[in-house]
């Protein structure tokens, strides 16, 4: 079973960065593209970036030239490096495996990590 472990939130000012990280276990990790999702009170998971098993990256228009994610096979881990931080980034991150929307309810999250940005 695929246990993801997400760390790196905390509260910043605007302006501010942030770098998360989050371990994956299991044997799928070098086989899938994985993604950063956010989710503030309300709404459901939104995707903010993601990576395939080859390095492309894709990003939600509002995080595109303020945020990197990354990868690193050899431990299991991705990141999301986040610059220029603003108010409405604020929410709980969680980084799992891209799937089309309309799977996303099969996917299990962990704990994910508090980003709240102060103005």
């Known amino acids: 079973q695929v246990q993801l472990v997400e760390s790196g939130g905390g509260l910043v000012q605007t302006g501010g960065s942030l770098r998360l990280s989050c371990e994956v276990s299991?044997?799928?990790?070098?086989?899938?593209?994985m993604g950063w999702y956010r989710q503030t009170p309300g709404k459901q998971h939104e995707l903010v970036a993601g990576?395939?098993?080859?390095?492309?990256?894709n990003y939600a228009d509002f995080v595109k030239g303020r945020f990197t994610i990354s990868r690193d096979s050899s431990k299991n881990t991705v990141y999301l490096q986040m610059f220029s931080l603003k108010p409405e980034d604020t929410g709980a991150y969680y980084c799992?495996?891209?799937?089309?929307?309309?799977?996303?309810?099969?996917?299990?999250w962990g704990q994910g990590t508090q980003v709240t940005v102060s103005s």
């Open positions: 990576i395939t098993t080859s390095g492309r990256t």
């Open positions: 799992n495996f891209v799937v089309p929307t309309t799977s996303m309810s099969r996917l299990t």
């Open positions: 299991g044997s799928f990790f070098s086989l899938s593209a």
